[in-house]
C-alpha cells in the first residue's frame, strides 16, 4: 500500500455524491524524486474556511474553493506558482465573487501580484471568475474553443489565446506546457504540465483517487474521454504529481483510475 502524506485536514473532498470533509493528500512515493515529503507545508484560508491556499511544494500552492453545483456544496482545485515575474493561476473560482476572496486571500499571504492565467475549461468552477481576473490587472490564456464556449455562456473574452492543441508558455523561471488531448468531461477541456516539478494539473478531466462516478457528464463525450487520457498517459509518463480538478491530488494512478471509471459506466 502507498503511503501518503496528509496536507491539510481542513480541506473537502468528494466522494461518491456526497462532500465530506476529508484531508488533501500527494502520493508520498511521487514526491521522492523532489525530495519534498519532509517539507514543511503552509495552509491559509478565508474567515469561513471556503477558500483555502495549500502549498504542497516550495513556491506551488493548490488553491480549493467551496462552490455550489446542483444544490450541493463542492470543493474545486486549481494551482497557484510563484514565478520571478508574478505569480501564475491555474483556474480562476467558481464565480466572480469567490474569486475575489481568493486574490484577496493570496495577496494577503503571499503579497505578490497574479500576473497571469490559464483557464482549463468553460465551466464555471474553472471560468466562473474570469472578469475579476480581468478587472485586477491578470493576462488570462485559453484556447479559441474555451474562449468561444464561454462567450456563448455569458463570460468575458480571454486577453491570450493558446494554440487550440500544445502550446509552450515561459512565466519568468517556469516553464510551462498547455496540451488538449481531446474531448473527455467538455469538449475543450486541457491539462496544463510544469515540466520542473513533474505536475501535471488535469482539470475535470482527471477523477480523484476517491471518485466513485464521473460526476457532471452534461458536456462530456464518454466514449472520447478514456482515449483522450490515455494520450495524456502516454504524453507525460514522468509525471509524479497530479492535481485533479476536485478532490485528492496523487500520482499517475489517478490518471488510470479515470480511466477505469469511465469504463465501469459503459
Known amino acids: 500500500m502507498k503511503k501518503r502524506i496528509v496536507l491539510n485536514a481542513a480541506l473537502s473532498g468528494i466522494i461518491g455524491l456526497g462532500v465530506v470533509t476529508a484531508p488533501l493528500i500527494v502520493n508520498a512515493q511521487a514526491q521522492k524524486p523532489h525530495s519534498q515529503a519532509a517539507h514543511v507545508q503552509k495552509t491559509y484560508s478565508n474567515e469561513a474556511g471556503t477558500v483555502t491556499l495549500t502549498e504542497i511544494k516550495p513556491h506551488v500552492w493548490v488553491h480549493t474553493s467551496i462552490g455550489e453545483f446542483n444544490g450541493m456544496p463542492v470543493p474545486s482545485n486549481g494551482l497557484l506558482l510563484e514565478t520571478s515575474k508574478g505569480l501564475l493561476l491555474v483556474d480562476s473560482s467558481w464565480n466572480d465573487s469567490i474569486t475575489t476572496e481568493l486574490m484577496d486571500l493570496i495577496s494577503k499571504h503571499l503579497k505578490k501580484p497574479v500576473k497571469n492565467a490559464i483557464i482549463t475549461h468553460s465551466h464555471a468552477d474553472r471560468i466562473g471568475g474570469i472578469k475579476t481576473l480581468k478587472e485586477r490587472g491578470v493576462h488570462v490564456y485559453t484556447t479559441p474553443q474555451t474562449a468561444k464556449l464561454g462567450a456563448e455562456n455569458g463570460y468575458e473574452s480571454p486577453d491570450r489565446l493558446l494554440n487550440p492543441v500544445l502550446t509552450h508558455l ?27 516539478y ?69
Not at 170 to 184: A, C, M
Not at 221 to 246: E, F, K, L, M, N
Not at 247 to 264: F, Q
Open 170 to 196: 515561459k512565466f519568468g523561471n517556469v516553464k510551462v506546457e498547455t496540451y488538449y488531448p481531446g474531448k473527455g468531461h467538455t469538449e475543450d477541456n486541457i491539462t496544463v504540465y510544469f515540466p520542473q
Open 198 to 266: 513533474k505536475l501535471l494539473v488535469g482539470g475535470c478531466l482527471i477523477k480523484s483517487q476517491e471518485a466513485k462516478d464521473l460526476g457532471n457528464l452534461e458536456d462530456a463525450d464518454v466514449d472520447a474521454w478514456p482515449v483522450s487520457v490515455q494520450s495524456v498517459i502516454d504524453r507525460y509518463p514522468q509525471v509524479d504529481t497530479v492535481v485533479p480538478g476536485h478532490g485528492n491530488l496523487g500520482g499517475t494512478e489517478l490518471l488510470y483510475h479515470t480511466i477505469e471509471l469511465l469504463e465501469n459506466n459503459k
